[in-house]
């Protein structure tokens, strides 16, 4: 990444000489775990080192709406975790006022001019959606523009983590060894602070447990033989993993492995967990991400951003609450209603439309992508936004189609879209999902 580090250290100095003459700047960055945390390093550099104003502005998607309103203000704007797959509609702003992208998305074309500074790593041809967050780009640009902070370099793999991305890849990776994360070996599950445990025993990913894999009574026949409680008896609510003490934890990991007897490696079901201590708050990334997520999605993001940083728990954990009940009424819709799904060769098609919320939709195709809910390489989530647009959520289980760019020549004419190899995210016009359907297969099967 040589040209990615000399693009980091020229355009850092052009930014840096902005600085002289910008009084105050306006922020857009992403609701998501990534977005959030993009934001919560920016504005922590404007404040302490650059020691400039700026209004910030957490949003679910740069759409038209929205650069409508980036037009009509006058400040100059930095845009985080979105603005590379908009440069089009950006031309007009650009033309007239000063913009810094920092993103990790794939591009929808490039710019040259004295008013963008735009760094993504995808300029040169790699896939940054799983080598770096946005979060970890807007690091690492501003550690070339004095950014000296461990705890902002931790903060950027939350942003990692929440994208799903291996921290010790690459450009992750040197952003670990500066940071305050901390290791250690623990199931390898998803959600371990969203998913009931029974919930993970039915479905634990990337392994199977016998005779309790794919069947929730038995799952919860195992819990009680363990004699791990199921419900949190203050709360009335189901217990995740993260909520069971260290004899429980260790129990449960025992009774994993005398199931798996009989099976190659019955032990094999670690994997490598990270840890990061904000205040009094010591979280594994992935629950911390989990709960920006939730911030995210709640429409409290600003709770995220001083939850990371103050080290303030408190409120997230109430959103956290409402968004955990959220997704479970989701996943239950979805489990009750297999009819509403669309099957064809390759992708199933969850038309929610306003069953399930918008900004929830990613979330439950990610479930369904994860677990045996649905059976195929792609999961395409459609939910109604407003009245005139549907948001469009697509996972893969990879085979060689970049999502991304599918995605954004799937939605030409009828919305806006984009996203990464495995992930994108679009916005469409209402009443026009079946044409999106017909385009996307079309890109599925050539």
């Not at 970890?136 to 902002?152: A, N, S, T, Y």
């Not at 008896?233 to 429980?248: H, I, P």
């Amino acid at each position: 990444m040589k040209e990615f580090k000399e693009l980091l250290s020229k355009e850092a100095a052009r930014f840096l000489k902005w600085q002289e003459s910008v009084d105050e700047w306006i922020v857009y960055s992403h609701l998501d775990a990534d977005g959030i945390s993009s934001a919560a390093i920016l504005i922590n550099y404007l404040k302490e080192y650059a020691k400039a104003r700026f209004r910030l502005r957490i949003i679910q998607q740069l759409d038209e709406a929205a650069i409508k309103e980036i037009k009509e203000d006058e400040r100059p704007v930095i845009l985080c975790d979105f603005g590379s797959g908009q440069i089009s509609l950006l031309k007009e702003v650009i033309d007239k006022r000063k913009v810094l992208i920092l993103d990790h998305h794939q591009p929808e074309e490039e710019i040259k001019s004295e008013n963008l500074i735009h760094i993504n790593p995808c300029i040169f041809k790699r896939n940054a959606g799983s080598i770096i967050s946005a979060s970890g780009v807007v690091f690492l640009f501003l550690k070339e523009c004095g950014l000296d902070d461990p705890k902002m370099a931790s903060i950027a793999l939350i942003g990692a983590e929440g994208d799903g991305q291996d921290i010790k890849s690459e450009l992750n990776y040197e952003i670990f060894k500066q940071s305050d994360v901390s290791e250690r070996k623990d199931l390898n599950v998803y959600g371990h602070n969203l998913r009931p445990i029974h919930k993970i025993l039915e479905y634990p990913g990337s392994y199977e447990i016998p005779g309790v894999t794919g069947d929730e009574t038995k799952a919860v026949m195992m819990l009680n033989e363990l004699g791990i409680k199921l419900i949190d008896e203050e709360t009335g609510e189901f217990r995740t993993l993260s909520d069971l003490s260290s004899d429980e934890k260790q129990k449960l990991i025992s009774g994993i492995i005398i199931k798996r007897q009989g099976l190659n490696n019955p032990q094999d079901i670690f994997k490598t967990v990270y840890e990061l201590r904000i205040g009094d708050l010591n979280k594994t990334l992935e629950e911390w991400s989990s709960m920006l997520n939730a911030c995210g999605r709640m429409d409290k993001p600003s709770v995220g951003v001083e939850m990371l940083v103050e080290g303030e728990e408190k409120e997230a954990n109430e959103v956290l609450k409402k968004y955990r009940n959220e997704l479970a009424k989701a996943v239950a819709w979805l489990n009750e209603n297999k009819n509403k799904i669309v099957l064809t060769d390759k992708a199933a098609y969850i038309k929610a439309y306003n069953e399930i919320p918008y900004k929830l939709i990613g979330t439950v195709c990610s479930i369904a992508a994860l677990t045996p809910l649905i059976d195929k390489e792609f999961v395409v989530g459609i939910a109604e936004m407003n009245e005139n647009e549907l948001k469009v959520s697509i996972r893969s289980r990879g085979n060689g189609v970049n999502v991304g760019l599918a995605l954004r020549e799937a939605v030409k004419g009828i919305g806006q879209g984009g996203g990464h190899e495995h992930v994108g995210g679009a916005m469409i016009k209402k009443n026009y999902e079946d044409s999106f359907i017909k385009n996307f297969e079309r890109l599925l099967n050539s």
